[in-house]
Every structure is written in structure tokens, then in C-alpha cells.
């Protein structure tokens, strides 16, 4: 009787990710270590094409294959042509990750009209549009997996959040209704907490962050230990609807 073949995560055919937000440093670090095991990677960003470039740079450089495409997640439109660019190029989609996002920090009696419907639209509402998009695609296929970027600040609020806060708790909402809605699809939609890391948008807030909650490890995860969940939880083939906190945060 011959032996089982010993299979692994790569496929004969390679996988497709596609990471909206792939130009800050959560997205970049979860597109890098997707192309590094082989995936077929989308980048897309709107504005910061700079960084975006060198995430698909650091990609193909390693023999990997990625792409940049561009698109305002505010307009369905742009939305919509992102997509077919997409499919036109890999085929197929087998993982769809949100991580675009913005995150001010201003005390809720200092929060703008403006600005709280900017964080909405952008963070909630532009994924509302990517997921509808997405969804006629998974339903075809019958196959594939969404993760979600959220926060715990989403959960349990903090000061100086209210707008990031309440987008990121609805998109809680909206993530585990895509799950049930697309289950029978054998579509996985699951969301991360990935915890605090330095960057643009909140480097401001990062001591704060570190004295101001228990962290029972005293430290916020790595971006790579970050990527490699995601990575992970891509794999997990019964898992959907469900919440992963990725720094030793209690709440």
C-alpha cells in the first residue's frame, strides 16, 4: 500500500492573497510573510504608493510575486475595478485581508463632525464596500477565507479614541454577520487584534498603551509574530466568526 503524500501549506497551486492596507506596517508585514511562502500577493493602498512599492519590491526580490493596486476604499467605484484587476491577474481569490485603516486620537468633546466620519467611512464603511465586492466572488468559488484587522479599543474604548473606537466595534459587527451569511459558502471570516505597533498612526500613543493596560507579558507583539498568526488562522480550515487576540491583554 503506497504511503500518503506528506502535504504542506503550499499548493501545486499557488495560493492568492489579496491585503487592503498593505501599504502601512501591519498590512506590509502580513503581504511579506504571505510572499514569502509562496502566495501570489495584491498590495493595495491608496495614497502611500511609496511604501507600497517597496513592500512589492521586498516580495519579488525573494522570487515571490506581487502586485500593487490602488483604490480609494471610500468609493465603490474604484472598488469594483480593483477587483476585476485583481482577477484578471491571479484567477482566483483565497484570502481577502482588511487592514487599512486610520486612527486618530482627539478626546471625543475634540472629535470633529469631520473627523468622526472620515474614520467611519474610511474603517468601517470601506470594508462594508470591499466585503460586498468580495462576496459574489467566495460565492462562486466556495472557498476562501477573509481576516479582518481589528482592535481592542473596539472592545473596551479608550481615551482619545471615541471615532477609532466605535468604527473598529462595528466592524466586530460586521465581521461576524459577513461569517454567518457566508458560511455556507465555506467561507472563513475571522478577525485579529493585533495589538500595538509603532508607527504613523500610533506611535503617539504607544507609552500610553504600555502603562495605561495590562499587558501580562509587559511587551506588544512582534510584526512578525503578527504576520504569522495571520498566516496561521488563514490555514484553519473550521474556524470562522471568531475573535484572536494577539498581545496578553486580558478584558
Do not use: C
Not at 133 to 157: C, H, K, N, T, Y
Amino acid at each position: 500500500m503506497p504511503h500518503s503524500k506528506n502535504t504542506s501549506h503550499k499548493r501545486d497551486t499557488p495560493q492568492k492573497i489579496l491585503v487592503f492596507g498593505g501599504s502601512g506596517i501591519i498590512g506590509r508585514a502580513i503581504a511579506r510573510e504571505f510572499g514569502q511562502q509562496g502566495w501570489g500577493v495584491g498590495v493595495h493602498y491608496h495614497r502611500n504608493r511609496t511604501s507600497a512599492e517597496e513592500t512589492v519590491a521586498t516580495i519579488t526580490q525573494s522570487d515571490g510575486n506581487a502586485r500593487l493596486y490602488q483604490a480609494d476604499v471610500e468609493d465603490p467605484l474604484q472598488i469594483e475595478k480593483l477587483f476585476q484587476s485583481f482577477l484578471q491577474d491571479y484567477g482566483s481569490l483565497n484570502l481577502l485581508v482588511w487592514a487599512a485603516g486610520v486612527a486618530p486620537s482627539t478626546l471625543l468633546t475634540k472629535t470633529t463632525s469631520e473627523e468622526w466620519g472620515q474614520t467611519l467611512q474610511t474603517n468601517l464603511t470601506g470594508a462594508f464596500h470591499v466585503l460586498r465586492e468580495a462576496g459574489p466572488i467566495f460565492e462562486q468559488q466556495r472557498d476562501g477565507a477573509v481576516i479582518v484587522i481589528g482592535s481592542l479599543s473596539g472592545e473596551q474604548g479608550m481615551t482619545g479614541q471615541a471615532a477609532y473606537a466605535a468604527s473598529k466595534a462595528g466592524l466586530m459587527g460586521l465581521m461576524r454577520t459577513t461569517a454567518q451569511e457566508w458560511g455556507s459558502w465555506n467561507i472563513r471570516v475571522n478577525a485579529i487584534f493585533p495589538g500595538w505597533h509603532s508607527s504613523p498612526l500610533s506611535a503617539s500613543g504607544m507609552d500610553a498603551a504600555l502603562t495605561q493596560h495590562s499587558h501580562i507579558l509587559n511587551r506588544t507583539p512582534s510584526l512578525n509574530q503578527v504576520a504569522a498568526s495571520v498566516f496561521q488562522l488563514a490555514l484553519a480550515q473550521d474556524i470562522s466568526g471568531q475573535v484572536w487576540n494577539l498581545d496578553s491583554r486580558i478584558w
